[in-house]
């Protein structure tokens, strides 16, 4: 299925030095249980965010004994090395001359680290394109688009989610009828003249409700979702949503696509109350700033609405036109109060 990607057999005889940059992702169909291989149990489809992101620079030894060494925001990370070392043995078939050196990686994140914004999602997309620089320069291979591909191939062995990051806009990951092309071993984008004008310039105000370690990893989660009774309509239910998205997305019709996005948000949670064991992600003011969203689109009919990782904090969605204003308004006035430290990080999509 993959044959595509096994590397060649070259080496990296200089060291290098290579620098990228990748922004997080939000999902608004949810990807939520997988198989061997970071192989998704359903089809996802998120947007790439702008300003969350995070910025590598990978310093590769050749020659040197096999060794990772990580900074963040230059302190250094023994376990996350670790972590790296081992992904880098994952992925040897596919890029051979990857243990014929040492590296030094140094990364740091644009937004705040305990936010839940998925530094996974960025910090696996960077680190994979990193590897593609190093790997162009010795495999001769400079197809932009095989590149990318590459890519998100490699990310997705890293982090499931981080392989839709390589890519702007909204971008699927996961084989579905829906979306000609798409794939379970990488992401590709959704195709741009299917999406109407509405969503193309869209906020994602992330309101930090707990800026604590999450309760649960998406480790655990995705490995519960195994013994889960429900898991099975879950993962139709998800195919079924892409049927609908198509023709919202086309349409433009708002009033959908929020019903959409929101329901995922709450299946995402509730199948974590459904497990055994269970767990509840949300705290008080997750729940608080739900009812007062559903008030105020109620009372204004404003298109302001949520989505949710898996953790507490809330993603606020809304489209950038003459209403954003009085959204913005809002969300300062009636929504802040409910964060730890009025922590309030600000995206917004443009494509
Ligand atoms: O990529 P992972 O293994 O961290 O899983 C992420 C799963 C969610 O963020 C909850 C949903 C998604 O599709 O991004």
């Given at each position: 299925m993959t044959d595509e990607f096994l590397g060649n057999a070259?080496?990296?005889?200089s060291d290098q030095t290579v620098s990228a940059s990748c922004p997080s992702n939000i999902a608004l169909i949810k990807y939520w249980g997988k198989y061997d291989?970071?192989?998704?149990?359903n089809p996802s489809i998120s947007y790439t965010l702008n300003h969350c992101r995070t910025n590598t620079t990978i310093a590769f030894y050749a020659g040197d004994a096999f060794g990772v060494q990580t900074f963040l925001s230059g302190k250094e990370e023994f376990k996350f090395a670790e972590k790296i070392g081992k992904y880098f043995k994952t992925i040897s078939e596919y890029l051979?001359?990857?243990?014929?050196g040492r590296y030094v990686i140094s990364t740091e994140n644009t937004?705040?680290?305990?936010?839940?914004?998925?530094s996974s999602a960025s910090g696996f997309g960077a680190i994979a394109k990193c590897l593609m620089l190093l790997d162009e320069q010795f495999s001769g291979k400079t197809d932009h688009h095989f590149l990318q591909k590459k890519a998100s191939f490699l990310a997705r062995l890293g982090?499931?989610?981080?392989?839709?990051?390589?890519?702007?806009g909204l971008v699927v990951w996961g084989k579905t009828p829906?979306?000609?092309?798409?794939?379970?071993?990488y992401a590709i984008p959704y195709?741009?003249?299917?999406?109407?004008?509405?969503?193309?310039n869209f906020n994602d105000w992330v309101l930090l409700i707990h800026e604590g370690e999450?309760?649960?990893s998406s480790t655990v989660g995705h490995g519960l979702m195994k013994t889960n009774p429900y898991a099975e309509r879950r993962f139709l239910e998800a195919q079924e949503n892409f049927v609908l998205l198509k023709e919202i997305l086309k349409t433009g019709d708002m009033k959908r696509f929020i019903q959409l996005v929101e329901h995922e948000a709450l299946t995402l949670h509730a199948m974590m109350m459904m497990?055994?064991?269970?767990?509840?992600?949300?705290?008080t003011g997750t729940l608080e700033v739900i009812n007062k969203i559903w008030n105020f689109r109620k009372e204004t009919g404003l298109d302001l609405f949520f989505t949710l990782d898996a953790g507490a904090n809330v993603h606020l969605l809304f489209p950038e036109n003459s209403d954003a204003d009085e959204i913005k308004a809002f969300v300062v006035k009636?929504?802040?109060?409910?964060t730890q430290n009025n922590g309030l990080v600000k995206d917004v999509m443009r494509f």
């Open positions: 070259n080496f990296l005889t291989q970071q192989i998704p149990a051979p001359w990857i243990l014929t937004f705040p680290h305990s936010s839940g914004i998925a982090s499931g989610s981080a392989c839709r990051s390589l890519y702007e829906e979306v000609e092309g798409s794939f379970d071993a195709p741009n003249d299917e999406i109407h004008s509405v969503f193309k999450k309760s649960v497990s055994e064991p269970a767990f509840i992600l949300m705290k009636e929504l802040l109060t409910h």
